[in-house]
């Protein structure tokens, strides 16, 4: 939206928390950096040492550590215990939820030795990890060995669990469909200390189903077997700029890995890896990749580019470089393709430190980038925590894919925030309705992108300051939060919970579905030992009384209105 077209907003008032935020970038560079360098270090080396060990040793481990969390369940008393939660301490988390849940009373079990890659099985193609194991962890292992898993998400702090228990999506979503799909089998501690492990098609099938989405409020994940795919040494990135409005760019996108002839599951007309930025209402560019050799990438005339280096320019700026020179392509090593947004947290880093992406500032100091998530939430404090949101949106929106030139037109028209990540995935039909799934019906529609068992979704990943906010006007992040998630629920898409939610409980079960959830959550026996996902999702600081009459509501099945 072009300031002659915005809305006139009365400006807004600043006072000693917009001058906090203005100069935080002191404590970043002098606290958060270096502590940051040093954590990830140490992580590495104890990463390292995990790695050394054999795999009697590792499982030997991990079967003592679940037969602590067993024994620490069991101890606990339902009459005088809170209910159950992990002992994580709530800054800890990458998502941007308050995680006010963790301020009632609670039971804490510490799963926080749960962090070994337990089997990478070449036969089977299957590696078998703890949930603490994170992207940047699980790729430093498969990658030298020509293998990876099926679905990558982009920052190296992700972990296994939270991608399962909450959401993970990468740019080869439009092949394999989110993180949760590509996962074979769990291994989950029950409310009652039973360990079970949960595939398609046992006898747990009905658990294995429920647990994606679920935020970790049917047991305790301890294991997860995931799936593996043969990969190359390199990347072969094509980048393509698109000029147009903003139904027009979303054509663009669509064409660049959706075959109009609906021939989506043909390789040679499908890319490897999908990814799109939009950077005005009037461009964008889109990127596809396919896995190339070492060979290939090192012939002659063909260029090479170690995006991963510090002082490399961070990847969306490098992107929009295509709108000024057109169309081209280079070779980027496999595993810095993976994390090419960690640096700057996609464009993140440039609100963090507004001169990070200065070629002085790559070279002396890029090699500490970047902050970690963690410690930025430690060292924010009460007042910077609300500020961030009421005046900055971090939230993904996961549409439809003929919906996108919809859903960008929206955020235009009520955020003015960009750039916009947009990456596809499939949500696929399932045996049972699980709390996200396909629109009714729509294979029968044959649009651009789905076929008879996927429908193909788009993430609209929406993450700065609004416009209104960069101008100095009013802004309210709660009420656009709001406006965006009854948009979502009209038009049959869905939210990721990492993010803050203004959704009220019947909301949020009409975006939702709560059957098999609440299903699966009665037969295990996880009411009244673990927070339901909607109170554990919540914006706003929780009672032990409000979460126990929210538990004791859900045992007599009190469900929303179905439209």
Same mark, same amino acid.
């Given at each position: 939206?072009?300031?002659?077209?915005?809305?006139l *907003?009365?400006?807004? +008032?600043? $006072? @000693? !928390?917009?001058?906090l935020?203005?100069?935080?970038?002191?404590?970043?560079?002098?606290? =958060?950096?270096?502590?940051?360098?040093?954590?990830y270090?140490?992580?590495?080396?104890?990463?390292?040492r995990?790695?050394?060990?054999?795999?009697?040793?590792?499982q030997?481990e991990?079967?003592e550590?679940v037969?602590?969390?067993?024994?620490?369940?069991?101890? *606990?008393?339902?009459? +005088?215990? $809170? @209910? !159950?939660?992990?002992?994580?301490?709530?800054?800890?988390?990458?998502?941007?939820?308050n =995680?006010?849940?963790?301020?009632a009373?609670?039971y804490?079990?510490?799963?926080?030795?749960f962090?070994?890659?337990?089997?990478?099985?070449?036969?089977?193609?299957?590696a078998?990890?703890?949930?603490?194991v994170?992207?940047?962890?699980?790729?430093?292992v498969?990658?030298?060995?020509?293998?990876?898993?099926a !679905?990558?998400?982009?920052?190296?702090?992700?972990t296994?669990?939270?991608?399962?228990?909450?959401?993970g999506?990468e740019?080869?979503?439009?092949?394999?469909g989110?993180?949760s799909?590509?996962?074979?089998?769990?291994?989950?501690?029950?409310a009652?200390?039973?360990?079970?492990?949960?595939?398609?098609?046992?006898?747990?099938?009905?658990?294995?189903?429920?647990?994606?989405?679920s935020?970790?409020?049917?047991?305790?994940l301890v294991?997860?077997?995931?799936?593996?795919i043969?990969?190359?040494?390199?990347?072969?990135?094509?980048?393509?700029?698109?000029?147009?409005?903003?139904?027009?760019?979303?054509?663009?996108?669509?064409?660049?890995?959706?075959?109009?002839?609906?021939?989506?599951?043909?390789?040679?007309?499908?890319?490897?890896?999908v990814?799109?930025?939009?950077?005005?209402p009037?461009?964008?560019?889109?990127?596809?990749?396919r896995?190339a050799s070492?060979e290939?990438?090192?012939?002659?005339?063909?260029?090479i580019n170690?995006?991963?280096?510090w002082?490399?320019?961070?990847?969306?700026?490098?992107?929009?470089?295509a709108?000024?020179?057109?169309?081209?392509?280079?070779?980027?090593?496999?595993?810095?393709?993976?994390h090419?947004?960690?640096?700057?947290?996609?464009?993140?880093?440039k609100?963090?430190?507004?001169?990070g992406?200065?070629?002085?500032?790559?070279?002396?100091l890029?090699?500490?980038?970047?902050?970690?998530?963690?410690?930025?939430?430690?060292?924010?404090g009460?007042?910077?925590r609300n500020?961030?949101?009421?005046?900055?949106?971090?939230?993904?929106?996961?549409?439809?894919?003929?919906?996108?030139?919809?859903a960008l037109?929206?955020?235009?028209?009520?955020?003015?925030?960009?750039?916009?990540w947009?990456?596809?995935?499939?949500?696929?039909?399932?045996?049972?309705?699980?709390?996200?799934?396909?629109?009714p019906?729509?294979?029968?529609?044959?649009?651009?992108?789905?076929t008879q068992?996927?429908?193909m979704?788009?993430?609209v990943g929406?993450y700065?300051?609004?416009g209104?906010?960069l101008?100095?006007?009013?802004f309210?992040?709660?009420?656009?939060?709001?406006?965006?998630?009854?948009?979502?629920?009209?038009n049959?898409s869905?939210?990721p919970?990492y993010?803050?939610?203004?959704?009220?409980?019947?909301?949020?079960?009409?975006m939702?579905?709560?059957?098999h959830?609440?299903?699966?959550?009665r037969?295990?026996?996880?009411?009244?030992?673990?927070?339901?996902v909607?109170?554990?999702?919540?914006?706003?600081?929780?009672?032990?009384?409000?979460?126990q009459?929210?538990?004791?509501?859900?045992?007599?099945?009190?469900y929303?209105?179905?439209?």
């Open positions: 939206m072009s300031d002659l077209q915005a809305p *907003r009365p400006k807004r +008032k600043k $006072g @000693l !928390v917009d001058f935020v203005q100069f935080r970038w002191i404590l970043v560079i002098f606290i =958060v950096l270096p502590f940051s360098a040093l954590y270090f140490l992580i590495y080396v104890g990463d390292v995990s790695e050394m060990k054999s795999y009697k040793q590792r030997k991990h079967d550590n037969k602590k969390v067993v024994k620490r369940l069991k101890q *606990r008393d339902p009459k +005088k215990d $809170g @209910l !159950v939660c992990t002992a994580r301490k709530p800054w800890v988390a990458v998502g941007m939820r =995680v006010d849940y963790k301020r009373r609670h804490e079990v510490d799963l926080s030795a962090r070994n890659i337990l089997e990478i099985d070449k036969e089977r193609m299957i078998r990890v703890e949930p603490l994170n992207m940047g962890q699980i790729t430093r498969t990658v030298p060995m020509n293998l990876s898993l !679905v990558v998400a982009e920052l190296d702090d992700l296994v669990g939270g991608l399962i228990n909450g959401y999506i740019g080869s979503s439009h092949i394999y989110l993180f799909d590509t996962v074979v089998a769990y291994e989950i501690v029950l009652d200390g039973r360990v079970v492990r949960a595939t398609k098609d046992n006898e747990y099938s009905d658990l294995f189903y429920a647990i994606p989405w935020q970790g409020t049917l047991g305790f294991a997860a077997e995931i799936k593996l043969p990969i190359k040494e390199y990347m072969r990135l094509s980048y393509t700029p698109v000029v147009g409005n903003l139904k027009e760019l979303a054509q663009g996108y669509m064409d660049s890995f959706a075959p109009r002839d609906g021939d989506q599951d043909n390789p040679a007309k499908v890319p490897d890896f990814e799109g930025m939009v950077y005005s009037t461009e964008g560019v889109f990127m596809t990749g896995y070492k290939e990438a090192e012939k002659k005339g063909n260029k170690n995006v991963g280096w002082f490399k320019p961070w990847f969306y700026q490098h992107a929009q470089t709108l000024k020179k057109g169309e081209f392509v280079e070779y980027i090593p496999t595993r810095e393709y993976y090419r947004h960690t640096r700057c947290l996609y464009w993140e880093g609100l963090i430190l507004p001169f992406d200065q070629f002085w500032f790559r070279f002396l890029g090699w500490l980038m970047p902050p970690k998530v963690s410690l930025l939430k430690a060292t924010q009460e007042a910077i500020y961030y949101h009421e005046m900055h949106v971090i939230q993904d929106m996961l549409v439809p894919l003929y919906k996108v030139g919809d037109e929206w955020v235009d028209r009520e955020m003015e925030i960009y750039p916009l947009l990456c596809p995935h499939r949500l696929f039909k399932l045996p049972v309705k699980t709390m996200v799934y396909p629109e019906g729509f294979e029968h529609h044959h649009r651009q992108g789905d068992y996927a429908q979704f788009t993430d929406v700065y300051a609004p209104p906010v101008r100095g006007e009013v309210d992040g709660a009420e656009a939060v709001r406006k965006m998630e009854k948009w979502l629920i009209e049959q869905f939210q919970q993010a803050v939610s203004e959704l009220n409980e019947k909301d949020f079960w009409r939702f579905d709560a059957d959830y609440e299903h699966v959550r037969k295990y026996g996880a009411v009244g030992t673990f927070m339901s909607y109170y554990k999702s919540k914006k706003g600081r929780k009672t032990e009384k409000e979460v009459e929210a538990e004791q509501a859900h045992l007599e099945t009190a929303a209105e179905t439209d």
